[in-house]
């Protein structure tokens, strides 16, 4: 693979793989804050056919609720672990969601978790339109993405409303920071975008940490109950003319 046909975040992920799969399950950002108001998202997954796009702690979660689940990772390092923790239950594939998935079939899906990628890709509205296509009629696509403003406010941004690179320092894997480098775009940015592709919104969540958070890291859970650090949103594919 060519520096140029790297996915963003590419290297950060294949060098703190090892750590992310062991503490995803504890670190308050993703354990008590972002896993609980993504899973207050989804609807009865029993007997769907789904497909998973980030961490392995959703797929493995949907699997163990009944779905048909299909995995999708951008970091072979990842798909190691990922593979390691789903031991051969479903199919993971290697995918570098900047590019089409022609390895899936139109309309394969009844739902789509994606938790938290979109941010690392840079064209979205191309996202948008591959997840449309495979997603049956009235299918779901369920995601959670960092807060547009409380990025802009937090990387002290000069434009809002411009789409642009940023480098954020991740602290909670144990050891050096971690820069994790991905896109910081204004809300409207996702919403049209969401629009064009032919999904329209059903719930838009501001979540707030939880009472776990709290007793794991009380100064940022202060910080998020003044400023949210992610936002969670269900869509639901539609027809239109």
């Known amino acids: 693979m060519s520096l140029d046909d790297k996915p963003m975040a590419y290297d950060a992920y294949e060098q703190l793989a090892e750590r992310y799969a062991?503490?995803?399950d504890t670190k308050p950002h993703n354990a008590f804050y972002e896993w609980p108001a993504v899973l207050a998202l989804l609807p009865?997954?029993?007997g769907l056919r789904g497909a998973g796009c980030g961490t392995v702690r959703y797929t493995a979660w949907l699997l163990d609720h009944g779905p048909q689940v299909f995995g999708l990772e951008a970091s072979p390092a990842m798909?190691?672990?990922?593979?390691?923790r789903i031991s051969g239950r479903t199919e993971l594939h290697l995918a570098d969601l900047n590019r089409p998935l022609d390895f899936l079939g139109d309309a394969a899906f009844d739902l789509v978790l994606?938790?938290?990628v979109i941010h690392y890709v840079a064209d979205i509205d191309a996202l948008f339109v591959e997840l449309h296509r495979v997603l049956r009629p009235e299918g779901m696509f369920i995601f959670s993405t960092g807060y547009p403003f409380g990025d802009f406010l937090y990387f002290k941004s000069e434009n809002y409303f411009a789409t642009e690179a940023i480098g954020p320092?991740?602290?909670g894997f144990g050891g050096?920071?971690?820069y994790v480098p991905q896109y910081r775009q204004p809300l409207s940015a996702?919403?049209?975008a969401l629009w064009r592709a032919g999904f329209v919104i059903e719930r838009l969540t501001e979540p707030l940490p939880t009472e776990e958070?709290?007793?794991?890291?009380?100064?940022?859970?202060?910080?998020l109950m003044r400023l949210p650090g992610f936002m969670g949103v269900r869509t639901r594919r539609v027809e239109r003319e």
């Open 22 to 24: 062991r503490l995803i």
């Open 44 to 46: 009865d997954v029993d």
């Open 79 to 84: 798909l190691h672990h990922a593979q390691e």
């Open 169 to 171: 320092a991740w602290h």
């Open 213 to 223: 958070f709290r007793q794991a890291d009380p100064k940022h859970y202060e910080e």
């Open 190 to 192: 996702i919403t049209e």
């Open 176 to 178: 050096e920071p971690d």
């Open 114 to 116: 994606s938790a938290p």
